[in-house]
DNA sequence: GTCTATATTTGGATAGAC
DNA sequence: GTCTATCCAAATATAGAC
């Protein structure tokens, strides 16, 4: 359909180069039909060359799709360590990392769905690595409610389980979010981070913590915009 | 590898109906690989027939997809109907909504794995109809959350996300849950009911309620075992 | 770097015998 | 109800000219 070259006229008032175009395309296919719902003569059209040239960049299909991964994962991890290294205490950590993650799922949300469902498309070398770097990011949230747990800030009863519900519920943001709804990103992030300080009874001197009281460096709450 | 008909035998001693092993087959391999990645012959192949006598069950690929989808999308509407009409109060009904779902989630992750993952490959015109079940089932939440806010029960900013946020939450557990843990399920279900709760911050004359003071009717705890 | 043309495999689905 | 054999479209990827 040319959507892709015509689309980047429009935008830009030149053509960009097929690379960045071919990329584009296979992270909008791949969220909205699938990676293996995707054939690569429909990448190829959406950034407006022919397979032949689209080989010329990509060795196979599968690369674009850990090309997407990789851009989700560690860019996500990379925050979370700054925020660990930046942050002192457990519910602000915690809050910071929610901040970032929802509004970081909320502007990659083609990348974010992909990453999400489609690791069972992967080859099993390459899935054991996304694997691995995925359970890196989890394991600092982990470590992070457990560690207010440890020191009596936040209140649960698993700190395991319940890290791991509330990644699955900030990353379903990229599954629904819509540019055009009344919240503005930031305020959406803050009230993940608050319905998160909730559900982990996060208080200080026997009185909860809400997200707005918190006072948190700018790029901890990920408004940095270098994705 | 034909893993469908000796499993059969090994747990009945006979062979069971073709029907029900393509229906087991396609629903393990379609959460496995995907619907897109499953070819026809594998279904077949793990049902122990070939692909003419699946055709003579099946008029499509699509179809199997589509009964596991009802199979998934039904009876969670009809429980939660169940729960609002036998169940009064907001935190009691949060409560049976969560742990069923939960329980539910956890006792069907192949279905409701496949259910929440592959609506995108489904047909545009019955895709329609899939999504339009899911908002009836969603609807019961938003409305749920949104009397308990009404009724001063909840303390949250907006409900139709809260709603959101809970559900994804719920969801996630078809995807991380494994039987062999410490948990049973009524205790894990119990627990994500726990983490709801305070996270929509019930409470009853100014005490935060908890999932195990709350007395519900064991039906609405979804422990009734006919699925 | 991009093209036309094509090799090769696999996909869903069917025909017709038993 | 199940089989063997097969149709035909679509898949990924490549060859070789410009």
């Given at each position: 359909?040319?959507?892709?070259?015509?689309?980047?006229?429009?935008?830009?008032?030149?053509?960009?180069?097929?690379?960045?175009?071919?990329?584009?395309?296979?992270?909008?296919?791949?969220?909205?039909?699938?990676?293996?719902?995707?054939?690569?003569?429909?990448i190829a059209?959406?950034a407006?060359?022919t397979?032949?040239?689209?080989?010329h960049?990509?060795?196979?299909k599968?690369?674009?799709?850990?090309?997407?991964?990789?851009?989700?994962?560690d860019?996500?991890?990379?925050?979370?360590?700054?925020?660990?290294?930046?942050?002192?205490?457990?519910?602000?950590?915690?809050?910071?990392?929610?901040?970032h993650?929802?509004?970081?799922?909320?502007t990659?949300?083609?990348?974010?769905?992909?990453?999400?469902t489609?690791?069972?498309?992967?080859?099993?070398?390459?899935?054991?690595?996304?694997?691995?770097?995925?359970?890196?990011?989890?394991?600092?949230?982990?470590?992070?409610?457990?560690?207010?747990?440890?020191?009596g800030?936040?209140r649960v009863?698993?700190?395991?389980?319940?890290?791991?519900?509330i990644?699955?519920?900030?990353?379903?943001?990229a599954?629904?979010?819509?540019?055009?709804?009344?919240?503005?990103?930031?305020?959406?992030?803050?009230?993940?981070?608050?319905?998160?300080l909730?559900?982990?009874?996060?208080?200080?001197?026997?009185?909860?913590?809400?997200?707005d009281?918190?006072?948190?460096?700018s790029?901890?709450?990920?408004?940095?915009?270098?994705?």
């Open positions: 359909m040319r959507a892709g070259r015509s689309e980047t006229l429009r935008r830009t008032g030149r053509v960009r180069p097929a690379d960045g175009r071919i990329r584009d395309a296979s992270v909008r296919l791949f969220a909205q039909k699938g990676f293996q719902g995707t054939g690569i003569r429909e059209a959406e407006g060359v397979t032949a040239a689209l080989y960049y990509v060795d196979t599968e690369e674009l799709l850990l090309d997407i991964m990789y851009g989700v994962l860019p996500l991890a990379a925050a979370a360590r700054r925020i660990v290294n930046e942050v002192d205490r457990p519910e602000a950590r915690l809050s910071a990392l929610v901040e993650h929802v509004w970081f799922h909320a990659n949300q083609l990348a974010t769905v992909v990453t999400d489609e690791i069972r498309s992967l080859g099993s070398e390459v899935r054991a690595d996304v694997i691995a770097r995925r359970d890196v990011y989890e394991a600092i949230w982990r470590s992070v409610v457990a560690d207010g747990v440890a020191d800030t936040f009863d698993d700190p395991r389980i319940t890290a791991i519900a990644l699955q519920m900030c990353t379903g943001v599954h629904w979010y819509r540019p055009t709804g009344p919240l503005t990103l930031t305020r959406l992030s803050r009230r993940y981070a608050d319905l998160v909730s559900m982990v009874r996060a208080a200080r001197g026997g009185v909860p913590v809400r997200a009281t918190l006072e948190l460096p790029p901890a709450r990920g408004l940095d915009a270098h994705v």
